[in-house]
T-cell receptor
Framework: NAGVTQTPKFRILKIGQSMTLQCAQD?????MYWYRQDPGMGLKLIYY???????DKGEVPNGYNVSRSTTEDFPLRLELAAPSQTSVYFC???????????????FGPGTRLTVT | QKEVEQNSGPLSVPEGAIASLNCTYS??????FFWYRQYSGKSPELIMS????GDKEDGRFTAQLNKASQYVSLLIRDSQPSDSATYLC??????????????FGKGTLLTVNP
């Protein structure tokens, strides 16, 4: 298994441009998450999904959109990029269902985004 | 606001010593607790999970949970320079839909000196 993969690794955007951060997992995990990590600020949840076709907002969703058309893929869309979106973005997934009580999340390698 | 607090450090220990990392959380409904290790420029890596009060040991790592005090800690025995990293405490509140989300602390930077 490749685990959780993310592309691209690095990206520089100009203010107002848009882009999609890709995330995929090959572990058949139902749950997937997008976080951003700013220096010294910990991880903040942007959006999450509990299965294909179901997404919900996290703590900091403004300026982002997601979709989940398949179990494997969970892309994050940035519209009209702003300097405040300069950050490192991590995708994560976790197996199981609520009944399984398995809550460990596994992270992808991250995408480092700079908006100038 | 559900909060997870960690001392940002840096915590500096000599090689071979015990490193003790601490975390407190605000939500008494929290049921699941995790420690992640994050090397500089890398993604978080899960190293321990703990769900019940008491100690859980895995190799050189021991996680300790005290729900009454809302406190979780990570002990690293025989610390090695390769343990130098930021350690993130994460807490999941267990009730209904909120089971799906983790709240992370800001992390403690650990430096192990040879």
């Amino acid at each position: 298994n490749a685990g959780v993969t993310q592309t691209p690794k690095f990206r520089i955007l100009k203010i107002g441009q848009s882009m999609t951060l890709q995330c995929a997992q090959d572990m058949n995990h139902n749950y997937m998450y997008w976080y951003r990590q700013d220096p010294g600020m910990g991880l903040k949840l942007i959006y999450y999904s509990v299965g294909a076709g179901i997404t919900d907002k996290g703590e900091v969703p403004n300026g982002y959109n997601v979709s989940r058309s398949t179990t494997e893929d969970f892309p994050l869309r940035l519209e009209l990029a702003a300097p405040s979106q300069t950050s490192v973005y991590f995708c994560a997934s976790r197996p199981g269902s609520f009944r399984d009580k398995t809550y460990e999340q596994y992270f992808g390698p991250g995408t480092r985004l700079t908006v100038t | 606001q559900k909060e997870v607090e960690q001392n940002s450090g840096p915590l500096s220990v000599p090689e071979g010593a015990i490193a003790s990392l601490n975390c407190t959380y605000s939500d008494r409904g929290s049921q699941s607790f995790f420690w992640y290790r994050q090397y500089s420029g890398k993604s978080p890596e899960l190293i321990m999970s703990i769900y019940s009060n008491g100690d859980k040991e895995d190799g050189r790592f021991t996680a300790q949970l005290n729900k009454a005090s809302q406190y979780v800690s990570l002990l690293i025995r025989d610390s090695q320079p390769s343990d130098s990293a930021t350690y993130l405490c994460a807490v999941m509140v267990g009730s209904g839909g909120s089971n799906y989300k983790l709240t992370f602390g800001k992390g403690t930077l650990l430096t192990v000196n040879p």
